[in-house]
């Protein structure tokens, strides 16, 4: 299998209404537990990929967001988790536009 590096930043609110709560990122099924900024992962780079992260706070999960990347997408992805407990995140390709960047 061939194989490419995506960079995946992790941005959680200034003013989140939670604290000490990490994201889970799941790649192609696996999950695993991640810090909050920057990271790089493999992933499969002739085939689609489903990207999805989560916040789980020992009760329950929330900030829910699913991305499918493709093979002609950028290797760049921004996920922002929500301001509230029981909101849901958001996965998009990052631009060089992007302010968050």
Same mark, same amino acid.
């Given at each position: 299998?061939?194989?490419?590096?995506?960079?995946?930043? &992790?941005?959680?609110?200034?003013?989140?209404l939670?604290?000490? %709560?990490?994201?889970? &990122?799941? %790649?192609g @099924?696996?999950?695993?537990?991640?810090?909050? @900024? &920057?990271?790089?992962?493999?992933?499969?780079? #002739?085939?689609?990929?489903?990207?999805?992260?989560?916040?789980?706070?020992?009760?329950?999960?929330f @900030?829910? !967001?699913?991305?499918?990347? #493709?093979? %002609?997408?950028? !290797?760049?992805?921004?996920?922002?988790?929500?301001?509230?407990?029981? @909101?849901?995140?958001?996965?998009?390709?990052?631009?060089?536009?992007?302010?968050? !960047?």
């Amino acid at each position: 299998m061939v194989t490419r590096r995506i960079e995946i930043t &992790l941005q959680k609110p200034r003013f989140a209404l939670y604290g000490r %709560i990490k994201p889970t &990122l799941v %790649i192609g @099924g696996r999950g695993q537990p991640t810090q909050w @900024g &920057l990271g790089t992962w493999q992933v499969p780079s #002739d085939q689609t990929a489903l990207i999805s992260a989560f916040l789980y706070n020992r009760l329950w999960r929330f @900030g829910q !967001a699913e991305f499918v990347l #493709d093979p %002609i997408h950028a !290797a760049s992805l921004v996920y922002r988790a929500p301001v509230l407990p029981f @909101g849901r995140g958001r996965i998009y390709v990052q631009t060089s536009a992007d302010p968050s !960047a």
